[in-house]
């Protein structure tokens, strides 16, 4: 059973006059390019291929918008750091991001979706930053948890831990073995109650 029945594909947007209206609350997951996002999203309201997940990462170049009812929503957002794409789509990723953390108001929270194998890279700082500067809390999900021993985990986890600004929360997190997830829906529902 999902912790969210009503959960329900909303629309893909490629640019900002697409965006759904712009009313509610809504959490968004950022993160690189095959980093988990959408892994993560489908863990969380427990429904497997509900946002889609690929092999071949920077496929997704929209913003997908989920409602969760209630005037709740979830949003993916195209991955970043993908090397192999043309320079046309980093100003096209670069402008429909830009207009989206200035524009929405809505926005309640944010997911930042790390691989724990390489740790918060600089668009991950970029994304924090954009958070912080429109006060919008941030949460890291170190996700792939699974793809390391418990110790170099937690060391990774340490390590974040400090160079995170104090009001930034994060935590470990695996989709692949379930690892989080309770914790990461606190968080979520924390974000996402009026
Ligand atoms: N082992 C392991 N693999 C994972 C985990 N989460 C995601 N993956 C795998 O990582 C790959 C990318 O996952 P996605 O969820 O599609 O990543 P994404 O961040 O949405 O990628 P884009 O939409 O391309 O930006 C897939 O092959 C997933 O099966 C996890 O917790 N553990
Ligand atoms: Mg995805």
New binding site residues.
Partial sequence: MSHYPDARFLTSAHQSGQFVEDAGREVAFA??????????I?ALVNQRNF??????????QLINFFSLGDSQRLV?L??YG?ARVSRSMQSHWRKLMGEYFEARRSLSGLFV?VDIRRSIGDFDWQMLDWAEQIGCPAHVLL?????LKRGPAANTFQQVRKELPEGMTLQL?????RDGVEEARVVLDGMLAD
């Fill in positions: 993160g690189r390019s095959n980093a988990g996002k959408s892994s993560a489908n946002a889609r997940t690929s092999k071949s990462p920077g496929r997704t993916d195209p991955g993908f979706v996700t792939k948890a699974d793809k997190f695996s989709a692949t073995k």
